[in-house]
């Protein structure tokens, strides 16, 4: 009788322990230190940047709109993790949502993100090469990476807008707004208007930031 009970159970089990492997896996991910924005089906938002692998590839990143169960986004680093991936079945998925339901097993390293060293607020003190009359209202940049926002004033109008690419030596505005208004000297504001919004190199030494052109030309120094 025993036995007879036995060998129904324990193929229950096994079956259960096979369904559970094929809907459920782990997987090593790297989660990048800034995000971007996308459209997250029901507007605008910020996403995440990931990549599936041991080793990061500067030109892999792809959008993660799908939420991580446990996990925390530390702005600056670079984080790898081990993650738990859950197949929903397809009757308990949302509208626009990912079948896969992903959850943080383990942090497995973190790295600093050198590129955050360019964010906060910037003065402008060089002009191609020129020192700018500290009279005059100094042109200011601030680089927000955790929003990948660019804001400040060219020394007359304030303007703001979105930072459509960065890397470790490069960097493009993207869409702007500004203030219209029209100063006394409007030399400088257009003199900066004409170098800043435009793809540019850049290069930090200590609190120094060079912007150069793509010939290696400086445009600008700034200082904190």
Known sequence: ??????????????????NISLSQKKST????????????????G????????????PNNWQLFYATIEGFDYEP???QK?????????????????????????RQIEKVADPIWEINGEWLVQKLLGEE?????????????????????????????GSIKFISSDT?????????RKMCLEMTLPDLFDKLFFIP??????????????????ELMILKR
């Open 81 to 105: 993790v081990e993650l738990r991936e859950d197949i929903i079945p397809e009757n308990e998925v949302a509208a626009d949502a990912s079948n896969i339901k992903f959850t943080m097993i």
């Open 132 to 160: 700018i009359d500290q009279k005059e209202q100094l042109p200011t940049v601030i680089i927000n990476l955790n929003e990948m926002r660019v804001s400040g004033t060219n020394g007359c109008n304030n303007y703001t």
């Open 1 to 18: 009788m025993m036995k007879n009970f036995f060998w129904p159970m324990a193929l229950i089990l096994i079956l259960f322990s096979v």
């Open 171 to 179: 960097f493009t505005t993207g869409p702007m707004a500004s203030t």
């Open 76 to 78: 600056g680093f670079f």
């Open 46 to 57: 910020m996403c995440i940047l990931v990549q599936k692998s041991e080793t990061i590839d």
């Open 29 to 44: 991910y790297w989660i990048n230190s800034m995000q971007t924005e996308c459209n997250k089906g029901a507007g605008q």
């Open 200 to 217: 540019w190199n850049y290069e930090l030494t200590n609190d120094t930031f060079f912007i150069k052109d793509k010939e290696g030309k």
